[in-house]
Nanobody, 124 residues
Framework: QVQLVESGGGLVQAGGSLRLSCAAS????????MGWFRQAPGKEREFVAG??????GYADSVKGRFTISRDNAKNTVYLQMNDLKPEDTAVYYC???????????????????WGQGTQVTVSS
C-alpha cells in the first residue's frame, strides 16, 4: 500500500508561481514512477508531468513553465509551476506507478495509487 499526500495548492494571480508537493509512503520510493495529473471542471483528468528513476516528461501545455522533481531522501515529488495561467486552474493529483518504468507513463491507467488532490486556482 502506498499513501500519497499532496500540498501546496492555492489561489494565485496569472503570472504567479506555486510549488506542489506530494509525500509518499513506501520503502522503494526511488524506483516509483511519479506523475502529476490535473482535472478542471467539466473536463477529463489529464497528464501534466511525470518522473521516473531515469527520465522526465511534460504535457505540451506546461513545457517551459512547470518543472517536476523528486527528493528520494524525503520520499517527495514536487511540481514547480511558474507563469501560471487561468487555464491551469484545476485539481492537481499526484500518482505512483509501481512498474519501475524507464519513461513516465502518460495514461492514468498506468498509475497504481493516487493522492486526494489539491486545488490550484489562477485568477486573471
Amino acid at each position: 500500500q502506498v499513501q500519497l499526500v499532496e500540498s501546496g495548492g492555492g489561489l494565485v494571480q496569472a503570472g504567479g508561481s506555486l510549488r506542489l508537493s506530494c509525500a509518499a509512503s513506501g520503502r522503494t520510493f526511488s524506483m516509483y514512477g511519479m506523475g502529476w495529473f490535473r482535472q478542471a471542471p467539466g473536463k477529463e483528468r489529464e497528464f501534466v508531468a511525470g518522473i521516473t528513476w531515469s527520465g522526465l516528461g511534460y504535457a505540451d501545455s506546461v513545457k517551459g513553465r512547470f518543472t517536476i522533481s523528486r527528493d528520494n531522501a524525503k520520499n517527495t515529488v514536487y511540481l514547480q509551476m511558474n507563469d501560471l495561467k487561468p487555464e491551469d486552474t484545476a485539481v492537481y493529483y499526484c500518482a505512483a506507478d509501481l512498474r519501475r518504468a524507464v519513461v513516465p507513463a502518460l495514461s492514468e491507467r498506468e498509475y497504481d495509487y493516487w493522492g486526494q488532490g489539491t486545488q490550484v486556482t489562477v485568477s486573471s
